[in-house]
C-alpha cells in the first residue's frame, strides 16, 4: 500500500496521489552548451525520463534554459524540465519562470555554509528563520504565478551552520531543514511541492524519510509527495546497490513518489535503473503487513554462537549447492586462494565465513576461517564436526536426534508454518517467496521472541545483472539497515543469468557467479554499515558544473586506493557543492578550477588548487602524511 500523498502538477506530469512512481535524472553538460544539453536530455528521455533537471548555477545559465526548453519543445519533447539551484535566488527566480520546476537546497539557499558552530538563542533562531522567509518568499510567490513546481530538496552534508548547531549533522536536522522552508511556503498558500532528504548514508536517508513523513502527518495531517535519491552513490554495481538500498526499503514501505538513481555515469543510464526498481512496485499490492518506523538505527539483541550474532559483524555464507565439484581452487572466487608452493591461504578482506556444499564433503584441507555448512544427513557423515555444521529443513530439526551441540542452522520458509524453534544452539536461515518478502521476514523477526542469531537467506530468479543486484540489496539491506540480520546467504541461478547489464556492463565474463554473489554481499553489508570490509568512495553524478572527467578520475582513483579498508574518499565535481555534500567523507578529492583540484582532509583543506596531472599521487601522499595508506 503506498503512502498517500497530495497531488502536484509539473507540466502535464502528475505526481504523487497514487499516480505511478515517476523516474527522473539531472544531465551532466554544461548548461551553456544549449545542445550538447538538448541532446543529452532527449537520450534521457528516449530511455524514459519522464523529468530531467538541469543545473542553473548563476543567472546566465538559468536564462539559458529558454533556448534549451524551447529547442526540445521544438523537436517534440514536452517533458517537463526542472532548474538545479544552489546558492542563488536570482537564478531561481529566472529559472521559475520558465521551467516546469525549480529544485532549492535549503541547506544553501539563503545561508552560505562556514562551517562554524554558533550557539544560536531562540531570539537569534527566529531572526535567522525571518531571514529566510524575505529571501525565499518572492521565489514562492513567482512559482504560485507561474505554475511551477518546487522540490525542496535537503542533503545531509549541506545542513546549514544554523541546522548543524542546533540538530547537528541528523535526520532530524534534515528534517527540520526542510520543514522551515517548507512552513513558509505553506504561509504563501502554496502547496506544489515535492521533498526530498538525500545522503550518500542509506541509513541516514532512510530514517530522515520516515521522520520527515512523521513530522508532516504531525503537524499539517497530510504529507506532501516525496522523490527518493541516494547522493553522491558511486558507479557499478556498488552505486546500483547503495541506491537500490536507500530507494527501495521506502518504496517496500509504500514511501516514495518520483526517483532517482544518482550514478557517476552517463545520466541515460540511471533510467533503466530507476526503471527496474519501479517496476517491483506495480501494481502495487494490497498486502497490508506492518511498515517500519525506525528512526535511530539499533541491532537487533541476539545470542552468540560461534562468530554468528552478539556484536559479531553479519557474516556472509556462499552458496555452492550447485557446484558440481568444489577445489581449492574454487574458493578464489569467495576470497580465498591457495598457494601451492607454501601449501597457505591468502584469505581477502572480503572473504566469506561459511560455504552451504549441500551433499558434498570436501576433500582439502580448508582456510581457518571458512566453516562448512552441510544438509543434515551429509553432516552425520561428516568426519569433522568442528567444521562442518548440519543445515535442517524446517522441522526436520525438532524431530533430529543428532544435533551439533554447538551450532545447527535451520532453514524456515516465514510463510508456510513456521516451526517455533527454541534451542539456544539454533541459527535461523529466514527466506520468502511472498509476493512481499521483505515485510514478510521483518514481520516475522519482530514477532521471535527468542534471541536467535537470524540470517537471511535470499533467492534470486532475475535474468539481469541489474535486476539481481536490485532484488538482492532491497530484500536483504532494508533488513539489515533496521539492525535485523546476523549474516546474508544470497542465491541465484546463473544459467538463467543473461551476460549483460543494461548500461552493457559484462559482468560475468571477468568474475564468475560465486564472485558476483560474494561481491554483492558484501557490497549490501558495506552499503549498511554493518560490515565494512573495503575503501567507500562517495563521487558525485557530475552536471554541468563538474570541472573534470568525473568517471575517468573515480575510476583512477579507485584503482589505486581500493585497498584501503574503511576509508572514506569523496570526488567531488565542483568546489561550489563538492565540499558540503560529501558527508562523512575522510578524504575530499574535489575540483576547485578547470584542471585544479583542491584535497581535503574530512572538512578541512589541505592542499589548495593542486594541478590535475599531480593531483591524484598529491592524494596518495596525503594519505600517507595520514596514515590512512598502507601498501597493496
Ligand atoms: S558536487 Fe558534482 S553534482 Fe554536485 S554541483 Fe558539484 S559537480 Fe554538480
Not at 522552508?181 to 504563501?188: G, N, T
Not at 558527508?583 to 583540484?597: L, M
Request: with cysteine; charged share 25%.
Amino acid at each position: 500500500m503506498r503512502l498517500k500523498t497530495l497531488e502536484v502538477k509539473i507540466g502535464d506530469l502528475l505526481l504523487g496521489n497514487f499516480h505511478p512512481i515517476r523516474v527522473q535524472t539531472m544531465t551532466t553538460t554544461d548548461t551553456m552548451d544549449t545542445l550538447a544539453t538538448v541532446e543529452q536530455s532527449i537520450r534521457c528521455i528516449e530511455a524514459g525520463a519522464e523529468l530531467v533537471r538541469i543545473t542553473a548555477p548563476s543567472k546566465k545559465e538559468a536564462e539559458n534554459l529558454l533556448n534549451i526548453k524551447n529547442e526540445l519543445r521544438r523537436r517534440g519533447y514536452n517533458t517537463p524540465l526542472v532548474a538545479d539551484i544552489h546558492f542563488t535566488p536570482n537564478a531561481a527566480e529566472i529559472a521559475a519562470r520558465i521551467v516546469e520546476k525549480v529544485r532549492v537546497n535549503p541547506g544553501n539557499y539563503v545561508d552560505k555554509k562556514k562551517f562554524e558552530f554558533i550557539e544560536y538563542t531562540d531570539a537569534d533562531y527566529l531572526e535567522e528563520i525571518e531571514r529566510i522567509r524575505e529571501r525565499f518568499t518572492p521565489l514562492v510567490r513567482i512559482c504560485k504565478e507561474y505554475g511551477t513546481a518546487m522540490r525542496i530538496g535537503t542533503n545531509h552534508g549541506s545542513l546549514s551552520d544554523r541546522i548543524m548547531s542546533r540538530y547537528g549533522d541528523t535526520p532530524m536536522g534534515m528534517v527540520e531543514s526542510a520543514m522551515e522552508f517548507l512552513r513558509i511556503a505553506r504561509s504563501e498558500s502554496y502547496h506544489n511541492i515535492v521533498l526530498s532528504m538525500k545522503s550518500s548514508n542509506p541509513q541516514v536517508m532512510v530514517q530522515a524519510y520516515r521522520l520527515l513523513v512523521q513530522s508532516m502527518q504531525q503537524e499539517f495531517n497530510a504529507c506532501y509527495p516525496l522523490h527518493l535519491g541516494v547522493t553522491e552513490a558511486g558507479d557499478g554495481e556498488d552505486g546500483r546497490i547503495k541506491s537500490a538500498i536507500g530507494i527501495g526499503t521506502l518504496l517496500e514501505d509504500g514511501i516514495g513518489d518520483t526517483i532517482r538513481v544518482s550514478l557517476t555515469e552517463d545520466p541515460e543510464f540511471e533510467i533503466p535503473v530507476c526503471k527496474d526498481l519501479v517496476k517491483r512496485y506495480e501494481p502495487t499490492s494490497n498486502l497490508q503487513l506492518p511498515t517500519s518506523n525506525i528512526t535511530e538505527y539499533r541491532r537487533r539483541t541476539t545470542n552468540i554462537i560461534s562468530n554468528i550474532g552478539g556484536k559479531n559483524v553479519p557474516v556472509v555464507v556462499a552458496d555452492f549447492m550447485e557446484a558440481k565439484t568444489i577445489t581449492p581452487s574454487s574458493l578464489q572466487a569467495i576470497g580465498y586462494t591457495y598457494d601451492e608452493l607454501t601449501d597457505k591461504w591468502n584469505i581477502a578482506d572480503a572473504a566469506a565465513d561459511y560455504i552451504y556444499t549441500a551433499n558434498k564433503i570436501l576433500d582439502f584441507s580448508l582456510p581457518g576461517t571458512l566453516k562448512v555448512i552441510c544438509n543434515y544427513n551429509t553432516w552425520l557423515q561428516a568426519p569433522d564436526k568442528e567444521k562442518y555444521y548440519p543445515l535442517f529443513q524446517g522441522t526436520e530439526f525438532l524431530q533430529s536426534t543428532q544435533r551439533s551441540p554447538v551450532m545447527n542452522f535451520i532453514s524456515i520458509d516465514v510463510n508456510n508454518h513456521p516451526p517455533a524453534i527454541n534451542d539456544p544452539t539454533a541459527v535461523l536461515c529466514l527466506w520468502s517467496t511472498h509476493e512481499q518478502a521483505m515485510p514478510s521476514v521483518r514481520n516475522y523477526i519482530n514477532q521471535l521472541s527468542t534471541q536467535n542469531p537470524v540470517i537471511i537467506a535470499v533467492e534470486s530468479h532475475d535474468t539481469t545483472i541489474d535486476e539481481q543486484l536490485i532484488h538482492f540489496s532491497i530484500e536483504s539491506g532494508a533488513l539489515l539497515l533496521d539492525g535485523m540480520g546476523d549474516g546474508i546467504w544470497l542465491m541465484n541461478d546463473p544459467s538463467k543469468l543473461q551476460n549483460t547489464s543494461v548500461s552493457g556492463r559484462t559482468y560475468l565474463e571477468a568474475k564468475n557467479n560465486h564472485q558476483f554473489i560474494n561481491n554483492t554481499s558484501f557490497s549490501i553489508l558495506q552499503a549498511t554499515r554493518t560490515r565494512i570490509s573495503k575503501t567507500e568512495y562517495i563521487s558525485c553524478p557530475s552536471c554541468g558544473r563538474t570541472l573534470f572527467d568525473l568517471q575517468e578520475t573515480t575510476a583512477k582513483i579507485r584503482s589505486v586506493t581500493n585497498h584501503l579498508k574503511g576509508v572514506k574518499i569523496a570526488i567531488m565535481g565542483c568546489i561550489v557543492n563538492g565540499p558540503g555534500e560529501m558527508a562523512d567523507a575522510d578524504f575530499g578529492y574535489v575540483g576547485s578550477g578547470p584542471g585544479k583540484i583542491t584535497l581535503y582532509k574530512g572538512k578541512d583543506v589541505v592542499k589548495r588548487n593542486v594541478d590535475s596531472a599531480i593531483a591524484v599521487q598529491e592524494l596518495i601522499n596525503l594519505l600517507k602524511e595520514s596514515d590512512a595508506w598502507v601498501e597493496s
